[in-house]
């Protein structure tokens, strides 16, 4: 287990390390400087400017400090907005696009899973093919289709909920952001499952249970369910992956200030460090929750560890 | 039945996308300064947009353009994905494993943030649309051609042309090549409705696809912005969007369940 740790832990500084490294070239060989859209500058000015954020330096002298600044964890000053450091932005902004995805991966897990064991229970039978269909639904319409279609009818036409805002997070601000956000994922674990449990349900050693006489909920929860949990822990990796990329659009359609929309408004005004910092912390994130799944895997199944 | 219905789908949506423009006598940029924010009636059969412009013509247009993005960033996924899988996978050994590893540090980069980025920086090209989006997208076409690949170079007629010194281009494009077909058709159609949901993903944070022209994407992110005036403006592109992308999973997990690559197992 640790020493999966320390692997991760490895493999995540050179990852790191690619993506400043290709942000920054991808940010300074663009057209377009950060205080070019602002009104003429006279030249002291804008030299006055340069020499804040060091743009006056070399390219290779700014990657170099740059680097140094983040190694001891500090991201920078934004230069959108010129009173707030980028720790400040993410620190403001990162909590609401995790509370987002952490409440979306949960409902999506209560969903999906009971739907997964219902739909393998009435395998072939209508139920099961009409979950199926709501399944492939689910997974098709994209989340910035059914986002605003959810707001059309339980915020306008039906005024249950608000069209939108974060308001501290109030539960009622949350319920249709999280549920456009998890609908695809309760879709995909629905599937997962349910095939997972179907093929687990025809394996020998359940027979033998049967054949002792074990109740059919004592085999499908003591027996069945954590092996067929696998794929589905599997699944999470690339569905943080989703979560992140989802959240972006999710904060843009019911205008949430979370760190999706820093990262496209950041992109828009070329600020350099906002934009670097918000890759930083996303291609954490998922290093972190890949290693997450990783570790939930090999606990379910100890031989994937000996494998290797 | 999936199949069928999926394909059906497919096949009068293409045709309504290539021909429908022109059943209509509508322009996809005249502004009808009368007929803002219409619903749809004899008129505009889809209704016009508040701009004033017909939402017929212009989500077919936008169809057309969606499809074509779809179809060339497809394309070119799987020729670096299959090439680069069967290198890989046939090569075997150091290059093997440096070739995964290196997909690996592919896998681990935040793709949609960086293509978001040259997107912004470069300017909203078509062609770099397709480039961004088809460079993403190989990755899993390239992994399981390769495990496919493991597999077919075991089987005793490689073995065979191997002994008898037939050079590796003769024998990848001759012996393994045409065995993937099932699974590179079941990835390809498993790849387009993805690259279609990128498209129309960038497309809506309006970095996508540029006025005059048009997508699903800016469509759908336009009726957004009227939901309440104008919700047909949302829905309509979106239910095409929607059901296209239906289609092509539908169709996707038919024929993998039709050609089940579960009979070819790596190791």
């Known amino acids: ?308 | 039945m999936k199949i069928k219905l999926a394909l059906s789908w497919l096949i009068i949506m293409s045709l309504w996308v290539i021909i429908g423009p022109w059943l209509s006598s509508q322009q996809p940029d005249f502004i009808h300064w009368d007929a803002m924010a219409q619903a749809p009636d004899s008129q505009f059969w889809f209704g016009t947009d508040v701009m004033g412009r017909d939402l017929y013509v212009r989500t077919l247009l936008g169809g057309r353009l969606s499809l074509l993005v779809a179809l060339v960033a497809t394309c070119m996924s799987l020729l670096i994905g299959v090439s680069y899988g069967l290198l890989s996978g046939y090569l075997g050994g150091r290059t093997d494993r440096f070739m995964m590893r290196f997909l690996d540090v592919l896998y681990a980069l935040p793709f949609l943030f960086l293509v978001i980025l040259l997107l912004v920086f470069f300017g909203q090209h078509m062609i770099l649309l397709f480039i961004a989006i088809g460079g993403y997208i190989w990755l899993d076409t390239a992994r399981i051609v390769r495990g496919q690949t493991l597999v077919l170079k075991k089987q005793a007629y490689v073995e065979a042309a191997q002994a008898m010194g037939q050079s590796t281009t003769r024998i990848l494009s001759l012996h393994i090549l045409p065995n993937l077909r099932g699974v590179v058709i079941v990835y390809a159609t498993l790849t387009i409705p993805q690259v279609i949901l990128i498209e129309s993903f960038i497309s809506f944070l309006g970095l996508g696809v540029q006025e005059p022209n048009t997508s699903w994407g800016t469509l759908v992110s336009e009726g957004v912005d009227n939901l309440q005036t104008a919700p047909w403006s949302l829905w309509i592109p979106g239910a095409f969007l929607s059901l296209t992308l239906m289609a092509f999973n539908l169709l996707g997990d038919g024929l993998r369940d039709y050609w089940d690559p579960k009979r070819l197992r790596p190791r």
Not at chain 1, 82 to 95: C, F, K, S
Not at chain 1, 101 to 112: H, T, Y
Not at chain 1, 211 to 233: D, T
């Open chain 1, 1 to 308: 287990m640790m020493r999966l740790l320390w692997q991760r832990l490895l493999w995540a500084i050179p990852v790191l390390w690619l993506v400043l490294t290709i942000t920054f070239v991808l940010l300074r060989v663009a057209p377009g400087g950060p205080f070019d859209s602002e009104r003429q500058l006279t030249t002291e000015a804008a030299a006055q400017i340069a020499a804040k954020y060091q743009l006056d330096q070399p390219v290779l002298v700014q990657y170099g400090q740059y680097l140094g600044q983040v190694l001891q964890g500090d991201l920078g000053p934004s230069f959108q907005y010129p009173d707030q450091t980028v720790n400040e932005l993410i620190a403001y902004g990162l909590p609401i696009s995790a509370t987002l995805g952490v409440l979306a991966l949960l409902v999506a897990l209560m969903i999906g899973l009971p739907l997964g064991v219902l739909s393998a229970k009435r395998a072939d039978k209508p139920t099961d093919f009409f979950i199926g269909i709501t399944a492939v639904l689910g997974i098709s319409v994209p989340n910035f289709v059914i986002g605003p279609l959810l707001i059309l009818a339980f915020a306008v036409y039906w005024p249950l909920l608000p069209v939108g805002g974060w308001n501290g997070g109030q539960i009622n601000h949350l319920v249709l952001p999280v549920i456009t956000l998890a609908l695809p994922f309760i879709a995909y674990i629905t599937r997962l499952f349910r095939g997972a449990l179907l093929e687990e349900l025809q394996k020998p050693y359940i027979t033998t249970a049967r054949a002792k006489g074990c109740s059919e909920a004592r085999i499908l929860w003591l027996h069945a369910f954590k092996p067929a949990m696998l794929p589905v822990v599997s699944f999470l990796g690339p569905a943080s992956v989703g979560l992140i990329t989802g959240s972006v659009v999710i904060e843009q359609i019911f205008g949430l200030p979370g760190m999706g929309r820093y990262f496209v408004q950041g992109a828009l005004n070329r600020d350099y460090t906002l934009v670097l910092g918000v890759v930083l912390v996303v291609a954490l994130l998922m290093l972190m929750m890949n290693t997450v799944a990783d570790l939930l895997y090999r606990w379910l199944d100890p031989r994937a560890g000996e494998q290797q």
